[in-house]
């Protein structure tokens, strides 16, 4: 199925209104437009921000508003545009920002387009605008030189990447064999995961975090019958099969980024520990899960720690850890699934919250002015979700957690699991929850651009189609369901959601990434 309509309704408006209808012509009047600089004083320079106003005469039809800027690139999406979401694309802006796509209501609108000037001393900077019926630009502004700021820092987050065990069976302790029908991965997905993941390359960022749910993970179970990973009946057998499922995906997923030169930073998900509910028989696997994902996630292949700031001493030393990258940006991985023999909780157990507190307190003292954390679950209730089971940190703002947030100066919060967008904040603190399941088409991504003055947030977004072969097959999983064998990713993101902060925390935001509530 097509996950995307790409606009299909208002290219159909656009077109009904120049065609005849059944009893006599259309009435429909056609949206027209009109552009012009907003307040543009004669020194502006190179990375400053400027702003054109957009006027539409909405008519009497649904149309779509087609931008392109020379010269300056468009930053954020204005508030009269309709918002996208993670399966229909209204607005938008192309990954380098030359284009804006703006689906506008039939209503006469006034909107201010954000930008910032690119153009080099001399040159022009032009904002054009058309409904494909009519058109305006606008010309004449002079960049007067100087030079554009850089950031600091770049990261990207894409949290439940993949979300589905994605692997050539041959290339593990398996006991595949080529005689064999199931298999995990095909050409198909390997074209789709080198559209995303070239997609990060070409954003040049210094690390891609990856919030949990790298993998399905269910293999602590053989529902296919079929003992790719050997017997599960004992609890034995299920330790064994996990180790081998680990060692069949895990290194194939590491290894999709380490051959880009791509840095990432994972976070341990629900599906790294076998899925939610984690019942008695499933609770006594947890410590064979938290082993697997350490040896290839946490450790070096000598067996060392690969991060030296952890919670020693710690159930999740392993599985908890924090980098600064640059001398203005900290960043905090969280185990927030505390499960133990006796139960399964999503929380920050106290000895992991003791050494965060530690983490926050030495950035503080060194200045740092930017706080990012990331953990599997969001902790503010979230309102959009898409085949989750929804697991949220207990006791949400009232949590320990999220009072440690608060108490230190937390600038964002990054989560998975609801495969879907959304953003909220609260006491000073932005949380931001996306990413997707790759084999259902809704793998997004954040950039993050660090200044020492304000962190930039892009909210990008794939489109993406997905079916089962013809004959109806899927690739394997452990569970019988599988995963659908087609996928199709189109080479180029686009931005569907803005957002700034600020010291004083959220400045502006738009489309996907306005706060909800």
């Known amino acids: ?97 030359d284009t804006m796509r703006c689906l506008v209501q039939p209503r006469d609108l006034r909107l201010s387009v954000p930008l910032v000037v690119t153009a080099a001393y001399g040159e022009q900077v032009a904002v054009e605008a058309s409904t494909g019926r009519s058109g305006a630009a606008t010309t004449g502004l002079l960049s007067l030189g100087g030079r554009a700021e850089r950031a ?17 069976l041959r290339r593990g302790p398996t006991s595949w064999s080529p005689s064999r029908s199931e298999n995990s991965t095909n050409a198909a997905y390997r074209t789709a995961l080198d559209r995303v993941l070239d997609a990060f390359v070409a954003e040049r960022a210094g690390s891609v975090l990856v919030a949990g749910d790298l993998v399905e993970g269910h293999w602590q179970t053989d529902k296919t019958g079929a003992r790719v990973f050997g017997p599960v009946a004992t609890h034995r057998e299920r330790k064994q099969a996990i180790r081998r499922a680990a060692a069949t995906y895990y290194p194939q997923w590491l290894e999709r980024f380490r051959s880009r030169g791509l840095s990432v930073l994972p976070a341990i998900g629900d599906h790294e520990l076998g899925d939610n509910p984690w019942r008695k028989r499933d609770r006594a696997l947890v410590p064979a899960f938290e082993q697997a994902w350490a040896r290839w996630f946490a450790r070096r292949a000598d067996g060392s720690p690969r991060w030296k700031d952890r919670p020693r001493g710690s159930r999740h030393e392993m599985l908890a850890y924090a980098v600064r990258p640059v001398p203005e940006l900290q960043l905090v991985t969280l185990d927030v699934l505390d499960i133990t023999a006796h139960r399964a909780r999503v929380q920050v157990d ?82 931001v929850t996306h990413g997707g399941m790759f084999q259902y088409g809704l793998t997004n991504y954040l950039r993050a651009d660090v200044h020492a003055d304000r962190l930039e947030l892009q909210l990008r977004d794939f489109d993406v189609t997905w079916a089962d072969a013809p004959d109806g097959s899927r690739l394997w999983q452990t569970r019988p369901s599988g995963i659908p064998k087609v996928v199709r990713v189109r080479p180029e993101p686009f931005t569907i959601g803005t957002m700034t902060l600020d010291a004083d925390g959220l400045r502006e935001s738009s489309g996907v990434l306005r706060p909800i509530g």
Not at 49 to 61: I, K, Q, R, T
Not at 411 to 424: C, K, Q, R, W
Request: proline fraction near 5%; charge should be neutral; hydrophobic fraction near 45%.
């Open 1 to 97: 199925m097509r996950r995307r309509r790409r606009l299909l309704a208002a290219a159909l408006a656009l077109v009904a209104s120049s065609t005849l209808a059944v009893g006599g012509p259309s009435h429909a009047e056609p949206a027209s437009v009109g552009i012009h600089w907003s307040e543009v004083g004669p020194s502006v320079r190179v990375g400053d921000p400027v702003a054109a106003v957009l006027e539409v005469d909405g008519g009497s039809e649904v149309a779509v508003v087609e931008l392109s800027a020379t010269g300056a690139r468009f930053t954020a999406l204005p508030a009269g545009c309709t918002p996208s979401s993670v399966i229909h694309e209204r607005s938008s802006i192309s990954a380098d920002g």
């Open 152 to 168: 600091a820092y770049r990261f990207l987050s894409s949290p439940d990447f993949l979300n589905a065990d994605v692997g050539d």
């Open 350 to 431: 106290r000895a992991q919250l003791a050494w965060l507190r530690g983490v926050l307190e030495r950035a503080r003292r060194d200045g740092v002015p930017w706080v990012v954390v990331q953990g599997h679950a969001p902790v503010l209730a979230v309102p959009r979700s898409r085949g989750s089971s929804g697991l949220t940190v207990e006791g949400g703002h009232r949590s320990a957690l999220w009072r440690t947030f608060r108490e230190y100066g937390v600038d964002l919060y990054l989560a998975g699991e609801v495969h879907d967008v959304s953003a909220a904040t609260r006491d000073g603190v932005v949380q």
